[in-house]
């Protein structure tokens, strides 16, 4: 029996909600817990473990989209609804970019209720068994279109390193808000799990891709909400782009397949030692083809793609450890530290301690 928290600041509202023919097996979900705000829910689920979360949006000291942020940021429940009055649209749909899974109207009745609980049974069971599928039906049980085959399209250009994918998604975007404009909510939920697949395809793809930026990056939300549709789209084409440049920057597009494994190797060793020699005695090349054939066919010299690496697994380190500035240059391999900061300001135009704290929303190099 999965097990629900419900967050409203209202008792009458938590009352009838438990009063809905709904709960047991008929749903296969339970209340097994209850609040009055965001805070009394983070307490909550920081001592209990809960798989379905239902808040309200309005609500005093933590509201539901700060409770929402928490929720995320911390991973302390894989699926958040959001419950509003329709008065609160816009801000219903800011929840579902912040990564609420649904959205469900005041007052909720047995048959929206029971919807909603088949459709987040659906997502817990492909999440517990780690399948990277959609929270919503793909098959269009519940009536729901989603652009399957736009999808792959996306994910192909991108492997292909072509920026075609962003105008496609941009179009895609807007034939999914035309066909649904009765309801832009779950054209906002189908939008954000497009995104979302898209990017946990990519990421299988290019593996190393986690060790220079974390995918949190992707879902992390770095705009002020205005409920506006074009600023939601905005979001989504920035990243996407962003994505395609960096991997367009990091893993050349060659037809030399030594260049393409050596460049491989690299990005998935960043800490390792990298230098010429030991590259080309580890790829069985000569020391002075290496030199001369990396740039010819990537357009960067060896040493200058390494330090490039290099810095930019810094960059990742700085962003999401707290180790210290000569713990993370000595990891990456530079046992200098004056060099290591010298190199770093070089690239980044800051030093180390001024880098760490900048808040910077997007990847420098």
């Not at 793809?205 to 974390?214: R, T």
């Not at 180790?323 to 300001?345: P, V």
């Amino acid at each position: 029996m999965y097990k629900t928290l419900i967050v409203d600041d209202r008792d009458i509202f938590l009352i009838e909600m438990e009063r809905l023919k709904v709960w047991g097996e008929i749903s296969g979900f339970e209340i097994a817990g209850k609040a009055n705000n965001g805070s009394q829910a983070i307490d909550l689920l920081k001592k209990n473990t809960y798989d379905l979360v239902l808040t309200d949006i309005r609500m005093p000291i933590i509201d539901g989209l700060q409770l929402l942020r928490e929720i995320k940021k911390d991973k302390l429940c894989s699926c958040v609804v959001i419950i509003s009055e329709y008065s609160e649209f816009n801000y219903a749909r800011q929840g579902i970019i912040l990564g609420a899974f649904d959205y469900l109207v005041k007052p909720a009745t047995e048959e929206s209720m029971l919807q909603l609980l088949k459709r987040a049974n659906n997502f817990l069971k492909e999440t517990q068994t780690q399948r990277l599928t959609l929270a919503f039906d793909p098959d269009n049980k519940f009536g729901w279109a989603y652009p399957s085959a736009e999808e792959k399209n996306i994910i192909n250009y991108i492997k292909h390193r072509d920026f075609s994918a962003v105008q496609l998604f941009s179009s895609t975007v807007e034939n999914l808000y035309q066909a649904l404009p009765d309801n832009i909510i779950k054209a906002d939920i189908i939008i954000k799990k497009l995104y979302h697949n898209i990017i946990i395809a990519v990421y299988e793809e290019f593996k190393w891709l986690g060790n220079y930026i974390g995918i949190n990056y992707f879902e992390e939300v770095d705009f002020l909400h205005d409920g506006n549709t074009d600023t939601f789209k905005e979001f989504y084409l920035r990243k996407i782009n962003n994505l395609i440049k960096f991997i367009v920057k990091f893993q050349p597009d060659t037809q030399d397949e030594n260049i393409r494994n050596i460049c491989e190797y690299i990005l998935n060793n960043p800490e390792e030692d990298l230098k010429l020699k030991v590259i080309a005695e580890k790829f069985f090349i000569n020391n002075t083809y290496l030199s001369n054939s990396f740039p010819a066919k990537t357009g960067i010299h060896f040493n200058d793609y390494v330090t490039m690496v290099k810095l930019t697994r810094a960059e990742y380190l700085f962003k999401n450890t707290n180790l210290k500035t000569y713990e993370i240059g000595f990891q990456i391999g530079y046992r200098d530290l004056n060099y290591f900061m010298k190199q770093f300001k070089k690239i980044f135009g800051l030093s180390t301690s001024e880098f760490r704290n900048t808040d910077y929303p997007d990847y420098q190099i």
